[in-house]
């Protein structure tokens, strides 16, 4: 088992690339089922999706399209509470099926505000595709359509996920400890 430190923390390898790898091509074959008629439009929230996103999107060969929002909450290890628009929505979604994809959801805050802004803009409809869910820190009510891995409420990086700005370009995920 492999041990990284990044800043003051240490932290040791919770899931491997490859078992990453393996349940993104699951999760793009679901996809490509349920949405092969509706060329969805895939929304990224950055940072943290940057790279779930770019392996997902090379999986599909739906009519599709794709971009980005920057939505933050998160200040070192812990959320802020507080969703903040860093860069927002520049693509119409009115009549759209949008897919939101997420690196990981604990609290499920920064999603429900999206949700809530982009049904002000009249979507079809809204699915969620996360890579990582924490159940046990769940504190708002979502409908989550695609899943990669339910974790532990535990602090994770790697794949995406950074400590203070370390980890994002690590091709596994790793857990504090």
Do not use: W
Not at 15 to 20: F, N
Not at 47 to 63: D, W
Not at 121 to 133: D, G, K, N
């Amino acid at each position: 088992m492999d041990t990284i430190h990044l800043h003051d923390l240490k932290f040791r390898t919770f899931i491997t690339s490859d078992a990453i790898r393996q349940r993104i091509l699951e999760m793009a074959a679901m996809m490509q089922q349920d949405l092969k008629h509706e060329n969805p439009l895939f929304i990224g929230i950055l940072n943290g999706v940057f790279m779930f996103a770019g392996e997902l999107m090379q999986e599909l060969s739906i009519k599709c399209e794709i971009t980005f929002v920057k939505l933050s909450s998160y200040n070192g290890t812990s959320s802020s509470g507080h969703v903040q628009t860093v860069i927002g929505l520049q693509t119409d979604v009115k009549g759209r099926n949008v897919v939101i994809l997420e690196d990981i959801i604990d609290t499920g805050k920064t999603v429900a505000a999206f949700i809530k802004q982009l049904n002000e803009q009249h979507p079809e409809s809204i699915r969620v595709a996360t890579l990582l869910f924490k159940p046990d820190a769940l504190e708002h009510d979502l409908d989550i359509t695609y899943i990669g891995f339910k974790v532990p409420d535990q602090f994770l990086v790697g794949f995406g996920l950074d400590y203070d700005g370390l980890g994002r370009n690590l091709r596994d995920i790793y857990v504090r400890g």
